[in-house]
């Protein structure tokens, strides 16, 4: 870290912010959304590790998808960054801090074939949407309907990935590799 360094904003606090949304309900939405961006970033962590480890008969089909959904993974990570801003807030973003604020845990360094890699990530998926939904209302509940489309717009992007896994998983797919197991 530089020795020059000039502090602009604490992390952890909440400023006054152009979008007129009181510092008290913008300390509730920018708590929900740190919990939003935590969760999206392990998210994404396991999806671009599992792009990266995939094998077997669908390689091509499943390594483009971990890719794309990866990819819809940190888009979304940016919009929930850029609104907790626009609140007036510091995104979270060092790698301890997405870990203590996530309410999902990564699966690990270990290679898991790809039926397990896709159901970690579809219980990841679930609890992630569960989370969303709740933060969709609270934002609602506080006035900042912004928020609440942000989240929307995430929460479609969630879904969308999550039913795909469902196909996925279904037992005409991947039956190579549960075959062998």
């Known amino acids: 870290m530089s020795t020059n360094e000039s502090l602009r904003r604490k992390a952890g606090t909440v400023e006054k912010n152009a979008v ?4 008290d309900k913008a300390e ?5 959304l740190n919990t939003d961006l935590a969760a999206t970033y392990v998210l994404y962590h396991q999806l ?3 792009h990266w480890n995939v094998a077997g008969a669908e390689f091509e089909q499943l390594h483009d998808w ?3 959904a990866a990819e819809d993974a940190e888009d979304n ?3 929930l960054a850029e609104r907790v801003q626009a609140l007036g807030g510091v995104p979270i973003s060092g790698p301890s801090a997405l870990a ?5 845990e990564f699966e690990g360094e270990d290679v898991y074939n790809v039926r397990t890699s896709m159901e970690n990530d579809l219980v990841m998926y679930g609890e992630i949407i569960e989370t969303v939904r709740e933060h969709i209302s609270l934002a609602e509940d506080l006035g ?3 928020t609440s489309e942000i989240l929307r717009e995430t929460l479609e992007d969630l879904e969308d990935d999550a039913h795909e896994i469902e196909h996925f998983l279904e ?3 991947l039956v190579l590799e549960d075959a062998l197991n």
């Open 100 to 104: 203590d604020h996530a309410p999902v």
């Open 48 to 50: 671009r590790k599992h």
């Open 20 to 23: 007129r949304i009181d510092t």
């Open 66 to 68: 971990f890719g794309d």
């Open 77 to 79: 990570a940016d919009d």
């Open 28 to 32: 509730q939405v920018i708590e929900a």
């Open 144 to 146: 900042d309907y912004a």
């Open 171 to 173: 037992d005409d797919t």
